[in-house]
DNA sequence: CTTGATAGGTAGAATAACTACATATTACGT
DNA sequence: ACGTAATATGTAGTTATTCTACCTATCAAG
């Protein structure tokens, strides 16, 4: 995430963010900027995660119990916050992908055209 | 919407509302009653839409000039504000689904399991 | 030695949606 | 006749999430 040249800019789907994160999680701990630079590379850059919206989200999934952290050293030799997500980080995650799903399919019934 | 007894517990993905709205109205110009009736039938009642978040919704897109508004008369012949979507209000739409579909596939992405 | 990337964070603003309330009319059951 | 539910529109105040804009610090490359 270049301070200065951001990607491209996006309005993330509000309230995806956690799922999006407990998602990235259950492949392996990792910090928090490389959470955000795994899924706008997975996005294409279409979703851009900054930090005053990553760092916050962090805090909320640790607060919830979803995710515990411990300070560790990124491959690039810097201290860095590693998380992981908890056994109901994953249980949560269930339940916010069906309730996307399901809500999604919502949105689409009233969008389909004719 | 009965007030005492509503029918499911409302989800909603933040951000859609208005483009739920506008598609709606594109069938035809409907009082905000009916447009929440119409979202939440066609839905199968996953969605509802709170009358706190209506109104406030309907002031926004005739703000921003996507639709205007007349008194008339619903068909049980009671007083309605009736709301028509503009030119403007058609292309806000396009842009809007374009955006949630390009967004969509980007979670899709994100989400997607091996 | 300055810029950009990596890494973590906070403060404050903006916004949207929610709960809860308030009003008024009409329909329906008992 | 009376009370409840449905139709219809709105407001007030709260909450939650994300954003912009900052701040610190280290390291690599030019």
Redesign the interface.
């Given at each position: 995430m270049a301070p200065s040249s951001g990607p491209s800019k996006?309005?993330?789907?509000?309230?995806?963010l956690d799922?999006?994160i407990l998602?990235?999680l259950t492949l392996q701990p990792q910090h928090g900027y490389a959470i955000a630079q795994h899924?706008e590379k997975?996005?294409?850059d279409?979703?851009s995660i900054e930090q005053g919206s990553l760092y916050p989200a962090l805090e909320r999934l640790q607060k919830k119990g979803w995710a515990t952290s411990k300070w560790g050293e990124s491959p690039t030799g810097r201290k860095a916050r590693y998380y992981t997500i908890t056994a109901s980080g994953r249980k949560q995650l269930g339940k916010e992908?069906s309730?996307?799903d399901?809500?999604?399919?919502?949105?689409q019934?009233?969008?389909k055209r004719a």
């Open positions: 996006s309005e993330l789907l509000k309230g995806t799922m999006l998602q990235t899924i997975l996005s294409d279409v979703l992908i309730s996307f399901r809500v999604l399919v919502a949105i019934a009233v969008m």
